[in-house]
Each structure stands twice: as structure tokens, then as C-alpha cells.
């Protein structure tokens, strides 16, 4: 089992680019989780899917935030336009039916925005 | 609102046991009580979780109150290896600000 795939590892951007983060949950998970980690506030939960379905997007931080699962094995966090407050680190997460908050985290992208 | 409590930091020597406890005093009947470590930075990895009783597992022990108002997580042996930041999250995957814990030899 390969765990929870994020590509890329690193993103180096500058303001007003578009940035595309991706993530490969594990097969068989039924939920996925986008996450967000700065020093000043922590993990964030941003927005969470149960079936490719968005079930709760209350912590996307605005409109230029968005996120797809267009099917059960990928899904995208898009940020457009970028600014500097969004450097972070970003985490995908999945889980299994039945254990919601089981979450099996990935490696996490390092994202700056100069 | 993380409904949790947590020392922000604590020390451990290398072999000893490290018992982090977590207040919960909110907790709903059907809120199960979730931990989990971030080391360095890497993404959190899940330890245990439990509802009522005490649980065990091959990474460490949940002990949780009978009023399951708080729960503590020991780590039978400590190694440097368990240096990390500790969450103990029960509400709605929302992590606080955890208990760094370090391990020193």
C-alpha cells in the first residue's frame, strides 16, 4: 500500500500564479481531506469529500480556493490567484467508511508564494 | 473551537513512560477521542483511538476516564524516536495546538 500520495512535494510560485496541488488517497477510502498547516494557526481543516461528493467546504479560506475529486483515486486543491499568505504546508488526508476520523495523512506540499 | 485541552509541551527521559493527557470536559456521548503525532514535519500519523474503554494497541495505550471527561496516552517505553507533537482531537477532525513532546536520553 503506497499511503496517501501528494505531488508536488515543493512549490515555489509567484503571487498571482495559479496553483494546482494534487492528491491520490488510498484505494478503498471513501473520504478525503484537504488540510492546511501554518506556525501562526495550526492544522486547518479546508474541505472534506465522502464519495467524491464535497460534504463540508466551511474552511475554505475564500473564493480563490477550490477543490475537485472528479473520481474516487484523485483530487485537486487549486488556488487562483495565489498571494504570499497562502504559503503553508498542505496535507491530503483519506479514510475509510466507519472510521471517519481514522485519517491517514500524506507527505504534505511545502507551498511559497513570493 | 478544538473542544480539547493539551499541555503545550513536555519532557520525557528515553525508556520511561510518557502520559500525555488531554481534557475533554465537552465531550458528546458518541464523540470518540482520536490521537495522533506529527514528527517534524511530516504529515500526522494516527496512534489510537477509543470511546469509553481503554484501548491498546503495538504504538501505545489510551486510558480514559469514566466520566470520559479527560483521557491520557502513554507511551510504555519512550525513545527519541517519539519526539513529536501529540493531538488529541474529538470533534470534527479539528486538530488544537497538541503537546510537543521530547524524548531526551
Known amino acids: 500500500d503506497a499511503g496517501v500520495i501528494q505531488s508536488p512535494r515543493h512549490e515555489v510560485t509567484e503571487m498571482g500564479q495559479e496553483v494546482t496541488l494534487r492528491c491520490k488517497p488510498i484505494s478503498g477510502h471513501d473520504y478525503l481531506f484537504w488540510y492546511r498547516q501554518t506556525m501562526m494557526r495550526g492544522l486547518e481543516l479546508l474541505i472534506y469529500f465522502n464519495n467524491n461528493v464535497p460534504i463540508d467546504d466551511s474552511g475554505m479560506p475564500e473564493d480563490r480556493f477550490s477543490a475537485k475529486m472528479p473520481n474516487a483515486s484523485f483530487s485537486t486543491l487549486k488556488i487562483q490567484p495565489s498571494e504570499p499568505r497562502d504559503s503553508a504546508v498542505y496535507f491530503c488526508?483519506?479514510?475509510?467508511?466507519?472510521?471517519?476520523?481514522?485519517?491517514?495523512f500524506g507527505s504534505g506540499t511545502q507551498l511559497s508564494v513570493l | 473551537d478544538a473542544k480539547t485541552t493539551q499541555p503545550p509541551s513536555m519532557d520525557c527521559a528515553e525508556g520511561r513512560a510518557a502520559n500525555l493527557p488531554c481534557n475533554h470536559s465537552?465531550?458528546?456521548?458518541?464523540?470518540?477521542v482520536y490521537w495522533y503525532r506529527q514528527i517534524h514535519s511530516q504529515g500526522p500519523q494516527y496512534i489510537i483511538h477509543?470511546?469509553?474503554n481503554n484501548e491498546t494497541n503495538e504504538m501505545a495505550s489510551l486510558i480514559i476516564t469514566e466520566d470520559r471527561k479527560s483521557s491520557t496516552l502513554i507511551l510504555p517505553h519512550a525513545t527519541l524516536r517519539d519526539t513529536a507533537v501529540y493531538y488529541c482531537i474529538v470533534y470534527k477532525l479539528i486538530f488544537g495546538t497538541g503537546t510537543r513532546l521530547q524524548v531526551f536520553p
Open positions: 488526508a483519506s479514510s475509510p467508511t466507519g472510521v471517519v476520523e481514522k485519517l491517514f
Open positions: 465537552t465531550i458528546s456521548g458518541n464523540e470518540y
Open positions: 477509543g470511546l469509553k
